[in-house]
């Protein structure tokens, strides 16, 4: 407690903060209880310290519970979630950012704009009524110049709550605007519906946004106009995001070096430095060289935004920089409890966000280990302690000082990778090996391109030779990390896809690196209490284990009026069904596969040629490792669908398997088509599949239309199922009701979507289907959803990981579930005459 104060405050309050998202509690309560904490702490009572610790938690509870509370009777979270059409105005609260992306093979851009709302009209409504809130603003291309921040505008388009994941554990979107205090997206058609409020007003762009446009500018000098290493340099110095295209970005992610790319601890750690030398060489005094770097990093934080990863880097630096004026030893473990304390009285809201915890996280595990790991690995090349220093050769000394210097630089990259790895998996789904060693190349390259650029902005435009010359310079050493990224991602075993940690085993990590940073044996009382939480953290993992096992797992994906499913059992290797069309794959069906941990699609069932089910093969062929392709014996005449399946044989070397009923694909059977069969429409061709499990048969049915409903009854007619999954035909129309009146199953999944319109189930669909002896759900209700057997009970969660009501089951059906493959069976429930009169009549 002496050398670090300020630690175990700064914890106390985080954890208030984490109580108060766990446990909403009443703001009235709240403020008594945080009151009477204080006055007790205040006391000189002999408990005065518990006191102290219980008031910590209460404030950070408190903190977090009065900012995101609604108090304010306008706030925009009072109105309904609906999509409405409205018109806003308000006030840029940020400089818009043009993001670009790929999409189909399209190049496309998009601005990104938040707008502080302070009036809106509704469609049909004259009048303007008083509101208050952040909205996010997403308009298809580029805004007119004259849009930024403090400008005051007019904004129409369609309002709504932010889309939710589209699938269990991808990235929330939703999730990560309400940390970020937005609730409601605007979504505009087109530049043309943004406006002035005032066009005759004085506005003017602010100084950081025409320093921006200067230093862009200033940076290109020499360089050509379209290049991707200009604007990684525009990214890295500037913090400019609209270079950080997915193309570009992806080696930088797979390689573990995409931190570079923000301005963090290595930017303003560099240019205090930087400041730092420069001054103490012109003998400048400390108090003086302390006031300088202070305002020189304070002001290129303003100067790339007020970015919330430059604002805690900066509170850091100052934190250290500050103990300078106060003549006191640095202690790097304090100074970074005294920054996050400041971070969270700021703004309670960032413990929940990635870059937060990826921060502090990262700088506590250098803290930690590396002092510990180098004196370990010196002692590898040390010298005998006893032996005079004039007796070690010169070259044994020398070799043991380039030792220490890379000892030095391995620890840092290795207790970083250590402190990454678990939020690492959490949010992006990824263990980068490979990092160890790219982080040793390309961050010290990175430090030269970014003193090369600061060099630039410094010689300017008095100088422009320099400029060019400093230009040059930063353009070979982007060149050299883009370079050493690739081959690092590329390296076997350098990366793979891992599935998100349970909270319990991420705890029980961060306290074993906390015990292997210890420098002494812990007091008694703290070796308790560290156990006591080491023994929580491992019944906290045991039990999120025990709730998450299964003997068998199913995720429905809902993809533009096609749908996906990925089976997982328990004792054969996963299989995919379907593969949405290109857009779907990229966006929903590869981010879920690798939220799964998955590198590897044994096996990918494509059950028809439409493009909505099959355009995005190729896409997760080139990202995952495919092994097998099962196709349908139908021949589809599909274009797209034939090309893709040709160029699976040749170009990926995968085995293109033509199965028709009866065949068996463990866990699978395959009941339609057979040989032979012919159909005039490409969905009656679909594969039909069954899945038995516990005595349970779940019946996937593709888009099976009525043609192929009717043969495949007639074909088993003994055929039983519990549950059915189906998607709609080419016609809009969705499973038979009799068809599943006639296989005894107890629920109807129809995989149906709210994107396009043609994928949304129709009103007279749903009221053919209401009434039934069956349950049915849409998926263009529920989203994406899980279902998880153990044993033969069942139950369903939608993509947040919520239970479904009414959606789960247990045990068989009445009728023993029983699929037929061609065997012959000597009870017959139905002869095939009267299932076809009943599709008929249907």
Not at 108 to 115: F, H, I, K
Not at 157 to 179: C, K, M, N, S, T
Not at 295 to 306: D, L
Not at 310 to 322: P, Y
Request: net charge neutral; hydrophobic share 45%.
């Amino acid at each position: 407690m002496i050398k670090q104060p300020l630690t175990a405050p700064a914890c106390l309050f985080a954890a208030g903060i984490v109580c108060s998202q766990a446990v909403p509690t009443a703001l009235p309560w709240l403020f008594a209880a945080t009151v009477l904490a204080g006055l007790a702490a205040l006391s000189r009572a002999r408990h005065g310290p518990g006191f102290l610790a219980v008031f910590l938690v209460l404030a950070g509870w408190t903190h977090l519970a009065s900012t995101t509370a609604t108090l304010d009777p306008d706030d925009l979270r009072h109105q309904s979630e609906e999509p409405r059409i409205v018109t806003l105005e308000g006030r840029l609260a940020s400089t818009p950012e043009q993001r670009v992306h790929t999409q189909n093979g399209t190049r496309r851009t998009n601005t990104l704009a938040l707008v502080e709302c302070q009036r809106q009209r509704f469609e049909g409504d004259g009048s303007w009524h008083r509101v208050r809130g952040t909205v996010i603003v997403a308009t298809p291309g580029v805004l007119p110049v004259g849009f930024g921040r403090q400008r005051e505008v007019r904004v129409s388009g369609v309002l709504a709550a932010p889309r939710g994941p589209q699938a269990p554990g991808i990235f929330d979107y939703a999730e990560h605007l309400r940390w970020r205090g937005i609730h409601r997206e605007l979504r505009v058609s087109r530049p043309e519906d943004w406006d002035p409020w005032d066009p005759n007003s004085d506005w003017a762009p602010p100084w950081d946004e025409r320093f921006q446009g200067w230093a862009r500018a200033t940076l290109a000098l020499g360089l050509p106009e379209v290049d991707p290493a200009l604007g990684l340099l525009w990214s890295m110095t500037l913090g400019w995001k609209t270079g950080l295209t997915d193309d570009v970005e992806e080696p930088f992610m797979r390689s573990g070096t995409m931190h570079l790319f923000a301005i963090s601890g290595l930017h303003i750690a560099l240019i205090a430095s930087l400041v730092t030398q420069a001054l103490r060489l012109l003998r400048v005094p400390r108090t003086g060289v302390a006031l300088v770097v202070l305002m020189v990093v304070w002001a290129y934080t303003a100067a790339t935004g007020w970015q919330p990863s430059a604002i805690r880097a900066t509170i850091m630096t100052s934190v250290v920089v500050g103990s300078w004026l106060l003549a006191r030893p640095p202690e790097l473990l304090n100074s970074l409890a005294a920054a996050g304390l400041a971070v969270l009285i700021w703004d309670p809201c960032q413990l929940f966000q990635a870059g937060f915890q990826l921060s502090f996280a990262v700088v506590a595990a250098i803290a930690l280990l590396q002092p510990p790991l180098v004196a370990w690995l010196s002692r590898l090349t040390a010298p005998d302690p006893w032996l005079p220093e004039d007796l070690v050769p010169r070259w044994r000394r020398l070799a043991h000082q380039v030792w220490r210097q890379l000892a030095a630089a391995f620890a840092v990259s290795f207790a970083a990778w250590m402190g990454a790895l678990p939020l690492g998996a959490h949010y992006f789904h990824l263990c980068t090996p490979a990092s160890l060693a790219a982080n040793l190349v390309v961050v010290p390259l990175s430090s030269a391109a970014l003193a090369s650029n600061l060099g630039a902005l410094i010689s300017g435009d008095w100088a422009p030779g320099f400029t060019e010359l400093f230009n040059h310079g930063a353009w070979f050493w982007m060149r050299a990390m883009m370079i050493v990224s690739d081959y690092a991602a590329t390296l076997p075993g350098g990366c793979w896809n891992v599935a998100r940690w349970p909270a319990g085993l991420t705890a029980l990590w961060y306290l074993g690196l906390a015990l292997c940073g210890l420098r002494r044996r812990p007091h008694r009382t703290l070796g308790v209490m560290l156990g006591l939480a080491a023994t929580a953290c491992l019944a906290i993992a045991c039990a999120e284990w025990h709730a998450h096992r299964s003997s068998l797992r199913l995720t429905l994906l809902p993809l533009r009026g096609g749908h996906a499913v990925w089976i997982e059992p328990q004792r054969s290797p996963p299989i995919l069904v379907d593969a949405g069309d290109l857009r779907s794959a990229e966006q929903v069906v590869e981010p879920y596969l690798r939220a799964r941990g998955v590198d590897r699609i044994p096996l990918l069932a494509l059950t028809h040629g439409d493009i909505r089910h099959t355009g995005g093969a190729r896409r997760l062929a080139e990202v995952f490792d495919l092994d097998a392709v099962l196709r349908s014996p139908h021949p589809f005449r599909s274009k797209d669908y034939r090309e893709t399946l040709r160029w699976l044989e040749v170009s990926n070397r995968v085995q293109v398997i033509t199965a028709a009923a009866p065949t068996r694909v463990p866990p699978l059977r395959l009941l339609h088509p057979a040989p032979g069969d012919r159909f005039s429409r490409a969905d009656e061709g679909s594969l039909v599949l069954a899945l038995e499990h516990e005595g349970q048969v779940i019946l996937l049915a593709a888009d099976l239309g009525a043609a192929g409903q009717q043969a495949l009854v007639e074909r088993h007619p003994e055929l039983r199922a519990d549950l059915v999954i189906a998607g709609l035909d080419d016609r809009g129309g969705g499973f038979n009701p009799t068809v599943v009146e006639h296989l005894g199953a107890r629920h109807l999944i129809l995989m149906d979507d709210t994107m396009p319109a043609t994928a949304k189930a129709r009103e007279k669909l749903r009221r053919s289907l209401r009434g039934r002896a069956f349950a049915v759900w849409f998926a263009s209700d529920t989203g994406a959803l899980e279902l998880t057997w153990r044993g033969s009970a069942w139950k369903a969660r939608d993509a947040r990981g919520r239970d479904v009501p009414g959606l789960a089951g247990g045990g068989s059906i009445a009728h023993k579930a029983r699929v037929v493959a061609g065997d012959e069976v000597e009870d017959r429930h139905a002869d095939r005459e009267t299932v076809g009169h009943l599709l008929q009549d249907d």
